[in-house]
């Protein structure tokens, strides 16, 4: 089984996922309500995932909003926004498709999501990442 991190619900979700047969080394989705959906291969390598996968889980703890894209040095091929609601997150995502910032760009918002279940996933994945 590949690792994936997934946010979101059955009716709003994104993933991040590793894809060994592609060029890229890693996959972005999203879909919402089987009505829209996006993909698109990230060049990413295994220390930027790590990297994003512990600031997430930093920022949880947090427990307060944060914004957080995958990598810092270039175009982002997805970017969070948490805000604290109750005892879960809300987000907003932004994809941007191969580092395409200014002309194409998907954004999502996802429904509160629980944050002990949040924190196992994002686990789980981190788990997967070594």
């Known amino acids: 089984m590949s690792p994936e ?10 993933a991040l996922a590793h894809d060994p047969g592609s060029s890229e ?13 996006a993909g698109f ?6 220390d930027e995932v790590a990297a994003f996968t512990d600031a997430l889980r930093a920022g949880l703890e ?12 270039r175009s982002n091929p997805l970017e969070l926004q ?11 995502v932004r994809l941007t498709p191969k580092g395409h910032d200014t ?5 999502l918002e996802i429904d509160p999501m629980d944050r002990a279940e949040l924190r196992t996933r994002i686990e789980d994945f981190r788990r997967f990442l070594g």
């Open 41 to 46: 291969g990230a060049y990413l390598d295994l």
């Open 82 to 92: 948490s805000v604290p609601v109750g005892d879960g997150f809300a987000f907003h």
């Open 5 to 14: 991190l997934r946010i979101g619900d059955d009716v709003a979700w994104v």
């Open 62 to 73: 947090s427990g307060g909003s944060f914004r957080l894209p995958v990598t810092e040095a």
């Open 103 to 107: 002309g194409v760009h998907l954004d």
């Open 25 to 37: 080394g890693w996959r972005v989705t999203a879909d919402w309500d089987d009505v829209f959906s």
